[in-house]
């Protein structure tokens, strides 16, 4: 007679949990969040967070940001020689286009990257078998993200202790990474 083969049962799958308890499961219990998610996609709550930080940020940062020393700085590291009034017109139009092309780059980035990120990792998991859909991955890749919108709600208190800002430095003006 043989031992009959013990059943091992199947671990237990943590049930759906609402869109606002996964934003802040992400935080506090990370592990059953994502194995929420893995059952039940979902991505339209984190990725509507993360647009409004963007705008939110963008619309602090604009009103403080120095043109005239950013196309100068410009200038100046490509080696050419422009006429002053040529560079007022330059900053005038800057300063008019600003506020349209970086509301549309802050309103877009957000749900690009997602798009991109989730793609690649998608492509990866099907291509070495795994059971994946783009939804979760959609799910999964929004939601981790959301470290970086609490990061964008932290810079908020910076932004508005500064005078002027300078775009190509924006990275560092946290210093929350070993960047700076």
């Known amino acids: 007679m043989s031992d009959p083969t013990p059943v ?9 949990s609402s869109a606002p308890a996964r934003v802040v499961g ?3 219990s990370p592990t059953a969040t994502f194995q929420s998610i893995a059952v039940k996609p979902g991505f339209i709550l984190p990725l509507l967070l993360w647009t409004a930080a963007s705008l939110l940020i963008t619309t602090l940062m604009l009103p403080k940001i120095d043109f005239d020393r950013m196309i100068r700085s410009r200038m100046e590291k ?3 020689t422009v006429p002053e009034d040529r560079i007022q017109q330059i900053v005038a139009q800057q300063k008019s286009m600003a506020p349209i092309l970086y509301n549309v780059i802050g309103a877009i980035s957000p749900v690009i990257i997602c798009l991109l990120v989730t793609l690649v990792f998608w492509g990866a998991f099907k291509a070495f078998g795994w059971d994946f859909t783009f939804r979760q991955g959609m799910g999964v890749t929004t939601h981790g993200f959301l470290p970086g919108v609490l990061g964008a709600f932290v810079l908020i208190p910076v ?3 500064r005078e002027s800002i300078d775009p190509q430095a924006m990275g560092d003006l946290l210093r929350s990474n070993l960047g700076f």
């Open 26 to 28: 992400v935080f506090f």
């Open 159 to 161: 932004i508005n202790s």
């Open 8 to 16: 091992v049962p199947a671990p237990a799958v943590p049930p759906p």
């Open 78 to 80: 490509s080696g050419s």
